[in-house]
């Protein structure tokens, strides 16, 4: 076994801890620094807590730890005001959700469903600007019209550096370590992404502690890939730049579990997916479609998911049908529109004030389809 530098353990502590004024046990920090540096001696994880409290770490309780000097009151939310807006079971929060994350109480939801801004470029304010402008510019593809029909916009995620893919990945493994605080142990994380990426945020969240679990595929035939040469295509009329893309993947990761499954539901109601029917299991596999005219003109959202499809994810990623969804990045509130549907409690975060106020009514409107 390789020996790994106190101060690569010092900073995995750091990064998981900080940003949260809650404390955490001895046994989630060790699982998070194992996963990140490899196999090393638990003993030296707990040393090095132990040597270093309290200059850089607090122990709250025996067994228990947190950043050392953290402010209780910013962190829990007292020095933010957030709107809110409440439809059904769903609650909607008009914030950033990275800020939203380190203030929430942690184990507080029993799963998340998200399809998050993958690109992140895509949902800067510069880019969303040209999207509702109607330029096709930068980062979003507008496709051609065809038949009559106007086609929805794309994120262009060949157009991103490598700049912008080691941001992606500095910002997956920071939203997966609030993940992982926000989550009860055994809770699924379900993150859409696409294929060009998923690689990227996959190896982020993994690397934030959190286990992958595999990838559903929504079986959809999009308008991505399947392109000419651009500026040749008369004379290459047989060739495409990219395979017609006909799935999107949707990646599974789980928090990992207290004991073993049957223990981890018994406590915490979380730890599998709910099964489709007594004899039919929860498949990896969705055939689904590109969302209809009708969801699109009651939330107006680029990336929009069908509810026949969300439902069937929702419905699943809490087995005892008991517990709070999360949708971070809720968008205009399809996510918790399907939760509702469910009959679970969910709540969502939305950092765009356009994208609120569409979610203010958008939840109800899709729910009752």
Known sequence: MDRVSPGLVRDAIVEFLSGSAASVSLKEIEAVVVRKLGEI????IRSYLNLNTPSLFERTERGYYRVAGVNDEKLNGASFTWKEYQEGRARI????????????????????VTDPPYGLVEYSEKEQTKLRNGN????WRIPPSFDGNRRSPLPRFTTLGEQEIS???????????????ATVPGANIVVASNPLISHYVAAALS?????????IVRLVMTMRGGDRPKNAHDEFRDVSVLP?????????FRRPLDGRVQDNLRTWGTGGFRRISKDQPFGDVVKSHRTGKKERSLAPHPSLKPQSFLRHIVSAVLPLREG???????????????ANHAGYESV?????????????????DLGSI
Do not use: Q
């Open 207 to 215: 690397k934030a502690g959190l286990e992958p679990r595999g990838t």
């Open 324 to 338: 709070m969804l999360l949708d971070p990045f809720a968008g205009s509130g399809s996510t918790l529109a399907a």
């Open 167 to 181: 941001n992606l990945g500095r910002f997956f493994e920071k939203v997966g370590l609030l993940f992982y605080r």
């Open 136 to 139: 096709g510019g930068g980062v």
């Open 348 to 364: 969502g975060i939305e950092k765009d004030a356009d994208y609120f106020k569409i979610a203010k009514t958008a939840i109800k």
């Open 41 to 44: 001696p638990r003993s030296s």
């Open 93 to 112: 929060v008009h914030a950033d959700a990275v800020d939203w994350l380190r203030a929430c109480e942690p184990r507080s939801f029993h799963a998340i």
């Open 244 to 252: 017609r893309s006909m799935w999107e993947p949707w990646l599974v």
